[in-house]
Every structure is written in structure tokens, then in C-alpha cells.
């Protein structure tokens, strides 16, 4: 079949998933694609194949509940809106009880033949090593977190040397919800108020000297993972996980991020606490707050159960884990209007994790808007926004604008890469959750699930009603 578009192309740098996903979905349009893929020609330190949409770890898109789990909403909204990810993970699923698995090199054959024999889709295995050349008026940059140097550098100089991050040290962030404010309170170190606050703007969790030393000892021995060896070790001293501090001294912790100085503990004013840890808030909604100086290399399981021994937090719900991992993203809060594009260079966008987003399936979704977006452009006309009620709106959301800009760390950039979660949604209305009829026992527990679905089918009635009833992919 010959493409009879009479559209020019429009460019993507990147094969990956988020980089496939906008090819189809922008040629599905109508639009001719030219797709810059390096594999074949270079590969990176985690590809092992030239295919596209090669999945470099795990084989999971996590968990296909659309009822009551982020992700799972997310695929259904992919779905709905006809994602070939979606498509060929769906075609590819291997048993993984409620998780959507894939076999991977079947999922990544199949996105590889559908891109290639799509009549309007041309791939070009090379690496793209500076900005697309003004002559792309409309292209999209999907490198992801192994951005090939000669690109990076390039994104560098246009954006500066502090917008472009090679690691990410993430802390852990938590479900507002889920912290004990009968324990915490709201404070600011001596009440300061600084542009924006109010002089309660942190949540702080108090420490007796007994507490404060059983942490310690938690962390030295905690269970951590280690460097690939192709990362490095990418410690520098603003930047240090929790544990290696914790190493460095057992009053360390005390003078850095859990000094108790300046803060007056308001359940209990007489007694000064031995050290404190201190949560910011996260996003515009206030759903989520972040364990400010807290990235750690704990394992998942061996963090949750460290944070738990922490006044307030011993029912702490974990939005994300903390981390440190080679990645390359933007700022793009500062840098990205609300569709992708870059403000300083209208007509490229970026799409995927280069975005700040994590994750397959989150990457691929912002690979999805981009490409809708940019065939919107390339068409002359608007696309609104997806509704912030959805998955695909909140995550966006969180890219381009929801998460806050620290005010009280000057030059220090506090965006970092989130996969989807019900805390990047807005809150319910007032009342929607009320104990069902006949139920005689409503618990907190209960009240939660109910929250998750309540959400999640809010999320999918406005996003089939963006798309316009959608278009299911055969
Ligand atoms: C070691 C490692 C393990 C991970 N494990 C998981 C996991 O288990 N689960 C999970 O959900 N996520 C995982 N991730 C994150 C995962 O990489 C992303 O979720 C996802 O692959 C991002 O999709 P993307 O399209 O943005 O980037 P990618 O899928 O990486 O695609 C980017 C593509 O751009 C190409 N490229 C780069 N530079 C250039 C250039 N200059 N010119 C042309 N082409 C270029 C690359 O070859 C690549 O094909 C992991 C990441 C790493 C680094």
C-alpha cells in the first residue's frame, strides 16, 4: 500500500515504547511518520535486540485491574483510546494472575511488524545526535531514560545544564490520607513562611532519642540493591540515600534532614523531640507529600518496613518508593506547556520517560498523547486536553504543571519520575463516599476501596467521553 497523505511528515526520535506508540497513533491520523530509531546502528547499556518497544526488565504492565487500581484504569484508558502497546500486550499476555504479563519478545515483534508495514510509518535506524533540524517542523523526542549522549548534550544546551537530569534520587512519597495526623503535625522550620506558605507547610513526624537510634540501626542494616555496573555510583554530597548518611555517623541524620531545631511539637509543646522527619507537600491537590532528603537504595520491601517504625507513618501508603537510578528526564514542569511541547521550540515535544513520567505503560501513555497532539497540529486543529479526572490527565498533569516546585530549596529541582497513582487524581466531591445500603460495617479499609472505584470509574466515563465514545482498536 503507498501513503497518498498529502500531510509532510512528522518526526520521532526513538523507538522505544512511548516513541511507537505516538508513530501509530499519529499515522492512525492520517499523518505520515518517520521514525528515528539508533538500534541497529548503536545500542544502549540495558537493549539487547534492534526490535522496538523492547521491554529491557520486567515482562509486567502491573496489575489490569481498570476497577480499583491506577494502572489498571490507565490500560483501559489506552485501550479505549486504541493503543498499540495495549494492543499487542494484550495479544502477547502470559498468566500473571490480576497483572497483565507479556511474552516479551512476542510483544515487542509484534509492535516492530505493525510499525514497519504501516503504510504511512517509515523507520530509520540511526541516531539523531543533535536537535531535529528546523526543516522537522513538528517532531517529537522520545529517547527515554538511555538518551543517547550526543542528544542529551544537545537538549542540555537548549535547556540549560540544570533542566536535564542523568540519575534520579528519588524519596519516598505517601498517601496524605494514610499519615497520622493525631501523632504528625503542620509546621514550618520557625514558623517561616517564604513566598507561597503559610508557615505550616510540612508535616512532621516526632523521634524520641530510643526511636531515632532503632531507625538508624534499621537503615545500616536494611536490605539495599546495588549499581548496574554501567551506572556507576552517583552519590554526590547534596544528594546522599538516607543510609549512607546513616553510615557516616549515628548523629549524622540528627544535624541533616531530621534535625529537630525550629519545630515545636503541637500535641506535645513541652517536650522537645530527639529528631523529626519532615514530609512536603507534592502536588497542587495535597493528596501527596514527600519525604523531603529520605532517596534511598533500600529495597522496596526493606524501605516500606524502615519508614513504617517512623511516629505517624506506621500506616504509611506508599505513592512511590524511594530510589536512585540512571534515568535522563527534564524539568519538564518549567520547561513543557500542557501538550508536551517545548516552550522555548514550538513544534517539538517530548513523550515518554524523558518527561519525567515512569514506567512501560505510563511512558507509552504520554507517547500516546504526544502523538495525538502533535496530529492535532500537523491537522490545524485543537485538541483539548484530556480531563484532569482521567489517567491520562492526571499523569499528564503531573508532568506539565500538578507537581510543586520546591520555594524553600533555591537552584534545587524537586521534580522526579512517578509512575501512575490514585494520588495524582482530584479528590472526589464532598459526600460521594457514604456506606452502602445494608451495610452495617463501614471501615476505613472500606471507605478506600470505595475511593479507588469511585475514582477509577469517574476516570474512564470522562476519558470515553473525551474521545468521543473511543475508538477501540481491533
Ligand atoms: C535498566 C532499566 C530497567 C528498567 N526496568 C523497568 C521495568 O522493569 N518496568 C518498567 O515499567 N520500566 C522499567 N524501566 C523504565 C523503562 O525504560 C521505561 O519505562 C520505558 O522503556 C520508557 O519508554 P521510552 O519510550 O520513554 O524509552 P525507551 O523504551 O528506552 O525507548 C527509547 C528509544 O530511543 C532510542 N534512542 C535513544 N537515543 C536516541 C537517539 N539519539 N537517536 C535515535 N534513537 C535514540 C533508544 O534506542 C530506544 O529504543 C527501566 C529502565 C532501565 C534503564
Known amino acids: 500500500m503507498t501513503d497518498t497523505s498529502s500531510y509532510s511528515p512528522i518526526h520521532i526520535i526513538g523507538g522505544g515504547l512511548a516513541g511507537s506508540e505516538a508513530a501509530w497513533q499519529i499515522a492512525e491520523a492520517g499523518i505520515p511518520v518517520i521514525l528515528h530509531e539508533m538500534r541497529g546502528v548503536r545500542g544502549t547499556d540495558a537493549h539487547k535486540t534492534d526490535s522496538l518497544a523492547e521491554l529491557v526488565c520486567s515482562n509486567s504492565f ?8 491506577a494502572v ?8 479505549l483510546a ?17 497483572a497483565l504479563a507479556v511474552d516479551r519478545d512476542g510483544f515487542s515483534d509484534a509492535v516492530t511488524k505493525a510499525i514497519e508495514s504501516h503504510p504511512r510509518i517509515t ?7 543533535g536537535l531535529p533540524p528546523r526543516k522537522w517542523d513538528l517532531a517529537i523526542i522520545a529517547t527515554g531514560p538511555l538518551t543517547a549522549p550526543s542528544l542529551a548534550s544537545a537538549i542540555q544546551a537548549e535547556t540549560g545544564a540544570d533542566a536535564l537530569a ?15 495526623l493525631d501523632v504528625c503535625w503542620f509546621q514550618s522550620r520557625y514558623d517561616k513562611v517564604g513566598p507561597g506558605g503559610t508557615g505550616k507547610d510540612y508535616i512532621n513526624c516526632p523521634m524520641t532519642e530510643e526511636q531515632y537510634n532503632a531507625f538508624v540501626d534499621a537503615l545500616i542494616t536494611g536490605d539495599k540493591t546495588g549499581f548496574k555496573e554501567w551506572e556507576g555510583t552517583p552519590y554526590f554530597d547534596g ?3 538516607i543510609e549512607v548518611m546513616a553510615e557516616r555517623g549515628r548523629e549524622t541524620l540528627r544535624h541533616g534532614p531530621m534535625k529537630p531545631m525550629g519545630l515545636t511539637n503541637a500535641h506535645n509543646p513541652t517536650v522537645k523531640p530527639y529528631a523529626v522527619v519532615q514530609l512536603r507537600q507534592d502536588n497542587a491537590l495535597g493528596t501527596l507529600y514527600n519525604m523531603v532528603g529520605f532517596q534511598t537504595k533500600l529495597k522496596y520491601g526493606a ?17 512511590r518508593l524511594g530510589g536512585l537510578h540512571r534515568n535522563t528526564y527534564i524539568n519538564s514542569p518549567v520547561l513543557l506547556d500542557p501538550s508536551l511541547t517545548l516552550k522555548s521550540r514550538p513544534g517539538l515535544r517530548f513523550a515518554g520517560q524523558i518527561t519525567g513520567c515512569e514506567g512501560y505503560v505510563e511512558s507509552a501513555s504520554i507517547g500516546l498523547l504526544a502523538g495525538r497532539f502533535a496530529a492535532a497540529e500537523r491537522k490545524g486543529e485543537s485538541l483539548p486536553l484530556p480531563p484532569a479526572t482521567t489517567a491520562f490527565g492526571s499523569l499528564l498533569n503531573h508532568i506539565t504543571g500538578g507537581h510543586i516546585v520546591s520555594d524553600d530549596e533555591p537552584g534545587k529541582r524537586s521534580f522526579q519520575p512517578m509512575n501512575i497513582n490514585f494520588g495524582l487524581f482530584p479528590l472526589l466531591e464532598p459526600g460521594a463516599i457514604t456506606k452502602p445500603e445494608g451495610v452495617k460495617r463501614f471501615r476505613g479499609k472500606d471507605k478506600t476501596v470505595m ?3 469511585l475514582v477509577a470509574a469517574r476516570a474512564l466515563d470522562d476519558c470515553a467521553a473525551w474521545l468521543g465514545g473511543g475508538d477501540q482498536l481491533a
Open 123 to 129: 523507520v530509520v535506524r540511526e541516531e539523531v545526535s
Open 82 to 98: 486504541g493503543s498499540l502497546i495495549m494492543s499487542a500486550a494484550d495479544k502477547n499476555q502470559v498468566p500473571a494472575g490480576g
Open 239 to 241: 544528594c546522599l540515600p
Open 166 to 180: 542523568f540519575f534520579d534520587a528519588i524519596a519516598p512519597i505517601i498517601h496524605t490520607d494514610s499519615i497520622n
Open 451 to 453: 475511593k479507588k472505584q
Open 62 to 69: 502491573r496489575s489490569d485491574d481498570a476497577t480499583s487500581n
Open 72 to 79: 489498571g484504569v490507565l490500560h483501559a484508558e489506552m485501550r
Open 303 to 319: 524501605q516500606a518496613e524502615v519508614i513504617r517504625m517512623i511516629p505517624g507513618l506506621e500506616e504509611a501508603e506508599f505513592a
